[in-house]
């Protein structure tokens, strides 16, 4: 009988590309991994893998049979998800769709008074509202609306993208120039900057200059990090330039560590919803979710 720890760890094996990674995701040994994989090749009578120095390369076999169990292999985890008895059974578990920043910035601080058991997602708009969709999710922070027929958005806030500097950057010049409404001379100058940006994320910019110069930018960041919080941070009390969402920053600009440069000849704002499955058991989780979210952006 085909054995469905054998296709965890043959799943494991493939996308970490080696046994030992997959023996530490999986929490085994890695003789573990090797009498699994072992078992399977058996089972199936193909070679799903070559022994290649420090790497697992997936034979045409083994290709193969990955794209033909992962989506099956995917429901089942995610009904493992779903339907896990937990220890405690008083206590409702409620998992919440959002980006890094915003969980940072809103809710991070929350997590421990919280009377149910919490889950949180990062990742992109559209999987999210898929998630949601799908049950995975029962609560979800966006400034994108889908089309789902069983979900619903409530808008609640709205964040404006605006430029901003280290304290140390000297802008009088800029500042000038956009005073006179000089947008021209304005972008050539900023091109010309230090500039900070997040590797998964360069729509806030990239719309930020089409709105206010009509342009893409044509100029590549100076420095790529993490995520919008590492930018904030970099540019706390130094140099250097970014476009973030203001609820972002608003902290250290009242400190005096970053500054509010251009809010933008033309305000590039985003509205954000709260999106739910139009039918849930866990109204009331969400509700004080939803609660403690509103208040921090009030």
Request: aromatic content about 12%; overall charge negative.
């Amino acid at each position: 009988m085909l054995n469905l720890e054998w296709l965890r760890t043959f799943k494991a094996i493939y996308e970490t590309g080696t046994l030992s990674a997959a023996a530490q995701q999986l929490f085994i040994s890695q003789p573990g991994v090797s009498l699994h994989l072992n078992s399977l090749e058996a089972y199936t009578g193909y070679k799903l893998f070559d022994r290649a120095a420090r790497k697992m390369v997936p034979t045409e076999r083994g290709k193969i049979f990955y794209n033909f169990v992962l989506e099956p292999l995917s429901k089942l985890e995610s009904a493992e998800q779903l339907f896990h008895r937990t220890s405690k059974a008083d206590r409702s578990t409620i998992s919440v769709g959002m980006c890094f920043e915003t969980f940072q910035y809103t809710l991070e601080e929350h997590v421990a008074q919280l009377p149910f058991n919490l889950i949180i997602k990062f990742g992109e708009y559209p999987q999210m509202q898929q998630d949601l969709d799908n049950g995975l999710l029962d609560l979800i922070i966006t400034s994108q609306k889908g089309h789902q027929p069983n979900l619903e958005y409530r808008p609640f806030s709205k964040e404006r993208i605006v430029l901003v500097a280290g304290a140390k950057s000297d802008t009088s010049h800029l500042k000038q120039l956009l005073l006179s409404k000089n947008l021209v001379e304005s972008e050539e100058w900023l091109k010309h900057q230090l500039w900070y940006s997040t590797a998964a994320d360069m729509e806030h910019l990239k719309n930020f200059w089409v709105k206010n110069f009509g342009n893409h930018p044509d100029f590549k960041p100076n420095f790529i990090v993490p995520n919008m919080s590492s930018i904030i941070r970099c540019l706390s009390n130094g140099e250097g330039f970014s476009v973030v969402p203001d609820f972002l920053c608003r902290k250290e600009i009242e400190a005096g560590n970053i500054q509010l440069v251009w809010e933008g000849e033309l305000h590039l704002e985003n509205i954000l919803h709260f999106g739910t499955r139009k039918k849930t058991i866990y109204a009331a989780e969400i509700e004080e979710l939803q609660k403690i979210l509103i208040q921090k952006w009030m």
